[in-house]
């Protein structure tokens, strides 16, 4: 018959994989957006608009390209770094590093998509309706992804 401490690292080990299973549908859920972005923008050079763009508006373009690369980059860091010390000797450490990089990843894809709105919208409707627009998606992506959720957690609620 098992210990209390045996079944105890089990029910650990149960509830790690449970996160890690939370941050892996978090992951699919902000990756695919970062790599439609990544995608997107990487084709739009290559259209026949391009070079008529303003100068400062391809300064915006190429800002937004990195963030989005960058982006990418931070949101599939943990799957390859998983799959490269599997297996986890330190569940914990892991899970906090690698949420700290789905944050970075997050907060780098969440300015992507500002500095996209801004460029996009700049260039059909002006620099000022742009970055309005642009004003507003900030305002959006702050509150549904950061200042919501932090209320929630000090209300104790969720």
């Given amino acids: ?4 401490e045996v079944l105890d690292n ?8 449970g996160d890690l299973t939370d941050l ?15 995608a997107f923008l990487i084709t739009v050079p290559f259209t026949p608009g391009f070079s008529a763009i303003a100068y400062t508006e ?18 599939s860091a943990p799957a390859v770094q998983h799959r490269l010390i599997r ?17 970075a990843g997050a907060v780098t894809l969440a300015s ?3 500095s996209g709105a801004q460029l996009v919208l700049s260039t059909i409707f ?15 992506i702050f509150t549904l992804w950061w200042w919501l959720p ?8 969720l």
Avoid: C, N
């Avoid at 089990?10 to 994989?17: G, H, I, P, Q």
């Avoid at 190429?62 to 990418?72: E, K, M, Q």
């Avoid at 914990?92 to 944050?103: D, G, H, N, T």
């Fill in 1 to 4: 018959m098992p210990t209390q």
């Fill in 10 to 17: 089990e029910a650990a080990e149960v509830s790690d994989d």
């Fill in 24 to 38: 892996l549908g978090e992951l699919r859920v902000l990756l695919p957006t970062a790599q439609l972005l990544s």
């Fill in 58 to 75: 391809k300064w915006v373009f190429l800002t937004t390209f990195v963030l989005a690369v960058v982006s990418l980059i931070l949101l």
């Fill in 87 to 103: 297996p986890l000797l330190d569940r914990p450490r892991f899970k906090s590093f690698a949420s700290r990089q789905i944050l």
């Fill in 112 to 114: 992507a998509l500002v």
């Fill in 126 to 140: 002006g620099h000022v309706v742009g970055s309005l627009a642009a004003a507003l998606v900030a305002l959006v």
């Fill in 150 to 157: 932090r209320r929630w957690k000090r209300a104790g609620k």
